[in-house]
């Protein structure tokens, strides 16, 4: 509000302030902070149950291919979930060298800002994350531009795609509350709850603990250290299009460790789920019965003839209306020239 204030007062409407008031507001909540980094099994078994309880019950929406698809991605790359909706399917490009690998890219508007604005990004992707992407857009009738479509239109996923499917199979409503009737998948599962920016922490932990820290920066699009060495400070086009030598490589390095761990742990808890049968799906809702028809209201029968037009109002010699009576005042009122007439007339005339 004080950049409001300062910057854009008569559009703000804070142009009749004299001091910046909500200064003085105290505000006790503070976020807490989380600190919960999933591990390779609990994500590769939120996939796998994903996957197989698509549909929750006989009154539920389906989990789509584009949500499902949004789901692997924020997985495998760990990117956030706004650049992972928006990613066109046009700006996978294939790289030199490196056979079976295509490269997702990024403008700076579709990244993250900051006070130094978006920087554009690119990401290799392994062959085994794209037999994943392209077992799951099999399903559409026809080729979207998209990576992750959406199922009510031809544009792209909503950004909060991810979180609604996993408070779905949390068994919880659109506004995070439990909802009567629907199974938490996770609590059966021994899931702990984690949200999309969580797979990057996880991510970063897994290749840290690897010796792969400078992979997994570069990979999640980290801004470099002040205290990087020069050579290693490019520009982001340039680190895009020319550095395949060094960052390229560095990111296809920690992306091909990853997307192995994921998908093997994948494996391994689907195997595991295919072992436990499937549940009940929850009964539909009641309906309300219709009472037989000897105990239903006698209703009286509809006369669906055209009812006749009414009769016209007689006219009112008496009223007169006000428009004619104004247009007589008006043309009384106009002053008309004097025309001569025979006992006026001149003598000579």
């Given at each position: 509000?004080?950049?409001?204030?300062?910057y854009?007062?008569?559009?703000?409407?804070?142009?009749?302030?004299?001091?910046?008031?909500?200064k003085?507001?105290?505000?006790?909540?503070k976020?807490?902070?989380?600190?919960?980094?999933?591990?390779?099994?609990?994500?590769a078994?939120?996939?796998?149950?994903?996957?197989?309880?698509?549909?929750?019950?006989?009154?539920?929406?389906?989990?789509?291919?584009?949500?499902?698809?949004m789901?692997?991605?924020?997985?495998?790359?760990?990117?956030?979930?706004?650049?992972?909706?928006?990613?066109?399917?046009?700006?996978?490009?294939?790289?030199?060298?490196m056979?079976?690998?295509?490269?997702?890219n990024?403008?700076?508007?579709?990244m993250?800002?900051?006070?130094?604005?978006?920087?554009?990004?690119?990401?290799?992707?392994?062959?085994?994350?794209?037999?994943?992407?392209?077992?799951?857009?099999a399903?559409?009738?026809?080729?979207?531009?998209?990576?992750?479509p959406s199922?009510?239109?031809?544009?792209?996923?909503?950004?909060?795609?991810?979180?609604?499917?996993?408070?779905?199979l949390?068994g919880?409503?659109a506004?995070?509350?439990?909802?009567?009737?629907r199974?938490?998948f996770?609590?059966?599962?021994?899931?702990?709850?984690w949200?999309p920016h969580d797979?990057?922490?996880?991510l970063?932990?897994?290749?840290?603990?690897?010796?792969?820290?400078?992979?997994?920066?570069?990979?999640?699009a980290?801004?470099?250290?002040?205290?990087?060495?020069?050579?290693?400070?490019?520009?982001?086009?340039?680190?895009?299009?020319?550095d395949?030598?060094?960052?390229?490589?560095?990111?296809?390095?920690?992306?091909?460790?990853w997307?192995?761990?994921?998908?093997?742990?994948?494996?391994?808890?689907?195997?595991?789920?295919?072992?436990?049968?499937?549940?009940?799906?929850?009964?539909?809702?009641p309906?309300?019965?219709r009472?037989?028809?000897?105990?239903?209201?006698?209703t009286?029968?509809?006369?669906?003839?055209?009812?006749?037009?009414a009769?016209?109002c007689?006219?009112?010699?008496e009223?007169?209306?006000?428009?004619?009576?104004?247009?007589?005042?008006r043309?009384?009122?106009?002053?008309?020239?004097?025309?001569?007439?025979?006992t006026?007339?001149?003598?000579?005339?």
């Open positions: 509000m004080s950049w409001a204030w300062q854009n007062a008569g559009i703000s409407g804070l142009d009749t302030c004299d001091y910046e008031w909500w003085r507001w105290a505000i006790r909540y976020p807490g902070t989380r600190d919960h980094v999933p591990t390779v099994d609990e994500l078994r939120t996939l796998a149950v994903a996957e197989r309880h698509r549909s929750l019950g006989q009154t539920e929406h389906r989990t789509g291919t584009g949500a499902l698809a789901l692997w991605l924020v997985v495998l790359t760990g990117q956030r979930t706004f650049p992972v909706s928006v990613l066109r399917r046009d700006r996978l490009f294939s790289l030199d060298g056979p079976g690998w295509l490269s997702a990024w403008t700076g508007v579709e993250k800002g900051g006070r130094s604005g978006g920087r554009p990004h690119a990401l290799p992707l392994p062959p085994a994350a794209l037999a994943v992407l392209e077992r799951i857009w399903e559409l009738d026809e080729r979207s531009p998209w990576a992750c199922a009510r239109s031809e544009s792209h996923a909503d950004q909060g795609t991810v979180n609604k499917v996993l408070g779905r949390q919880l409503d506004d995070g509350n439990p909802k009567p009737g199974q938490d996770f609590a059966l599962h021994g899931i702990e709850r949200i797979a990057r922490r996880g970063g932990t897994y290749l840290g603990d690897r010796r792969l820290g400078g992979a997994a920066s570069a990979m999640l980290h801004k470099p250290s002040k205290n990087e060495d020069e050579r290693e400070r490019t520009e982001a086009v340039t680190r895009l299009h020319y395949r030598s060094q960052r390229m490589a560095l990111k296809a390095e920690g992306m091909t460790l997307v192995d761990a994921v998908l093997e742990a994948y494996e391994r808890e689907r195997a595991a789920l295919a072992l436990i049968p499937l549940p009940e799906p929850p009964p539909r809702p309906r309300t019965k009472k037989p028809a000897e105990e239903r209201k006698p009286e029968p509809r006369d669906n003839s055209p009812e006749a037009a009769p016209a007689p006219p009112n010699l009223l007169r209306s006000t428009q004619s009576r104004n247009a007589g005042r043309r009384d009122a106009v002053k008309r020239p004097i025309r001569p007439t025979a006026n007339r001149p003598s000579g005339a």
